[in-house]
């Protein structure tokens, strides 16, 4: 499938007017009220009544233990501080687990559900954007990602500190990735600094058939994605644990060969992109491939013409560092563990770069081994330097 766009334009980001009173944008929403989404009840036989809620009395522990190490310890919530908790009806356990614990340290605990949006980088309802620009502490668990949004680069700018939560469900809440100490991730994630200094080139292989090469700028590697989101505009994924930055526009090629997992699922079939000049030019790998010419395609769509190939931009690259973290086939996970690599197609603008396109979907590399420059990184999912 050879790129039926034309190259980039010159068109900055489009800016948004999101000015509106909060009690305007509160009664012009389209949030959904939390008691609707209560479910009906089921009948059950008495033992398994009780074995399901012996079950669901040790869930709501763990899920208040997550809760409270994400507002005590990952944002570090200070008393009085206005805290916004966004979450969507797949996400509503988790969002009320947060408001609990947020409001054991701070009385402005604002907790909003709003619609399941359709893919990752969608931006949410103007209410929510209008109450994020208003906010200190903003935390998202939804099922597709808000950090790739104008909203929240909107309200990173107008100080708040923000973690969001793309595909989080309460077993990956509970365990796994979000189970890990992160002041040991973000001590070990600050001692590559010296690793990464004054490396250009990344080189980028696997067994499945990966062999890409490309330019960074070693300034600007992302060393904050730790967990720890406890200052003004910082941003931050939970679980956290990862390294990542923006691949100089137009230096990528090659093949690049995603063996784990593509937008939250793992994959049956090897999904081969082929890169040239920084854009995806060619998708194989069978069913997930046609979903993917599909998504972006109406991404395209939604652009003006020659602005539509900067939906193939190869937007970000990062590697794992958190040993807690599972292939599990949840891209909030899966790009974390320790020994993965990935790269994401779609909008780069968070990090700096041109491709301001709506959508950023992330694909996992299970074994991957990494260059940067002649210094070793990752051999064969190995991560060698300690």
């Given at each position: 499938?050879?790129?039926?766009?034309?190259r980039?334009?010159?068109?900055g980001?489009?800016?948004?007017?999101?000015?509106?009173?909060?009690?305007e944008?509160?009664?012009?929403?389209e949030?959904?009220?939390?008691?609707?989404?209560?479910?009906?009840?089921v009948?059950?036989?008495?033992?398994?009544?009780?074995?399901?809620?012996?079950?669901?009395?040790?869930?709501?522990?763990?899920?208040?233990?997550?809760?409270?190490?994400?507002?005590?310890?990952?944002?570090?919530?200070?008393?009085?501080?206005?805290?916004l908790?966004?979450?969507?009806?797949?996400?509503?356990?988790?969002?009320q687990?947060?408001?609990?614990?947020?409001?054991?340290r701070?009385?402005?605990?604002?907790?909003?559900?709003?619609p399941?949006?359709?893919?990752?980088?969608?931006?949410?309802?103007?209410?929510?954007?209008?109450?994020?620009?208003q906010?200190?502490?903003?935390?998202?668990?939804?099922?597709y990602?808000?950090?790739?949004t104008?909203?929240?680069?909107?309200?990173?700018?107008?100080?708040a500190?923000?973690?969001?939560?793309?595909?989080?469900?309460?077993?990956?809440?509970?365990?796994?990735?979000?189970?890990?100490?992160?002041?040991?991730?973000?001590?070990?994630?600050?001692?590559?600094?010296?690793?990464?200094?004054?490396?250009?080139?990344?080189?980028?292989?696997?067994?499945?058939?990966?062999?890409?090469?490309?330019?960074?700028?070693?300034?600007?590697?992302?060393?904050?994605?730790?967990?720890?989101?406890?200052?003004?505009?910082?941003?931050?994924?939970?679980?956290?644990?990862?390294?990542?930055?923006?691949p100089?526009?137009?230096?990528?090629?090659?093949?690049?060969?995603?063996d784990?997992?593509?937008?939250?699922?793992?994959v049956?079939?090897?999904?081969?992109?082929?890169?040239?000049?920084?854009?995806?030019v060619?998708?194989?790998?069978g069913?997930?491939?046609?979903q993917?010419?599909?998504?972006f395609?109406?991404?395209?769509?939604?652009?003006?013409?020659?602005?539509?190939?900067?939906?193939w931009?190869?937007?970000?690259?990062?590697?794992?560092?958190?040993?807690?973290?599972?292939?599990i086939?949840?891209?909030l996970?899966?790009?974390?563990?320790?020994?993965?690599?990935?790269?994401?197609?779609?909008?780069?603008?968070?990090?700096?770069?041109?491709?301001?396109?709506g959508?950023?979907?992330?694909?996992?590399?299970?074994?991957?081994?990494?260059?940067?420059?002649?210094?070793?990184?990752?051999?064969?999912?190995?991560?060698?330097?300690?």
């Amino acid at each position: 499938m050879v790129s039926p766009f034309r190259r980039k334009g010159k068109d900055g980001t489009p800016k948004t007017s999101e000015d509106t009173d909060l009690n305007e944008a509160i009664s012009e929403s389209e949030l959904i009220p939390i008691t609707e989404l209560e479910p009906s009840p089921v009948i059950v036989p008495e033992s398994e009544e009780v074995q399901q809620e012996e079950s669901e009395v040790g869930m709501d522990k763990l899920m208040q233990k997550s809760a409270v190490t994400v507002i005590d310890t990952c944002m570090d919530l200070r008393r009085g501080e206005n805290i916004l908790i966004v979450c969507d009806p797949t996400t509503t356990d988790i969002g009320q687990a947060l408001h609990d614990a947020a409001s054991k340290r701070s009385d402005r605990v604002l907790l909003v559900v709003m619609p399941k949006g359709r893919h990752h980088g969608e931006e949410p309802p103007a209410p929510v954007v209008n109450l994020m620009r208003q906010q200190q502490v903003v935390i998202a668990p939804t099922r597709y990602s808000l950090t790739h949004t104008r909203a929240v680069r909107q309200a990173i700018k107008d100080g708040a500190r923000v973690a969001t939560m793309p595909g989080m469900t309460n077993e990956m809440f509970t365990s796994g990735g979000m189970s890990a100490d992160f002041a040991l991730i973000k001590k070990n994630i600050g001692e590559m600094t010296p690793v990464l200094r004054r490396k250009r080139i990344v080189n980028v292989k696997s067994a499945a058939g990966t062999n890409v090469t490309f330019e960074v700028n070693w300034r600007e590697w992302k060393l904050d994605d730790n967990g720890i989101c406890n200052r003004p505009r910082m941003l931050t994924n939970l679980p956290a644990g990862k390294i990542f930055t923006l691949p100089r526009e137009g230096t990528m090629n090659g093949p690049i060969v995603i063996d784990g997992s593509w937008d939250s699922t793992l994959v049956d079939e090897p999904v081969v992109l082929q890169i040239e000049d920084g854009l995806v030019v060619d998708v194989k790998g069978g069913t997930a491939a046609a979903q993917i010419r599909q998504a972006f395609g109406e991404a395209a769509k939604r652009l003006r013409n020659k602005e539509q190939e900067n939906v193939w931009t190869v937007a970000e690259f990062g590697f794992g560092m958190n040993p807690q973290a599972r292939l599990i086939g949840s891209v909030l996970e899966d790009e974390k563990r320790l020994g993965t690599a990935y790269f994401s197609i779609g909008d780069n603008t968070t990090l700096g770069g041109t491709a301001a396109v709506g959508i950023h979907v992330s694909g996992v590399m299970n074994s991957p081994s990494i260059w940067l420059d002649e210094t070793v990184l990752v051999e064969e999912g190995q991560f060698l330097l300690k």
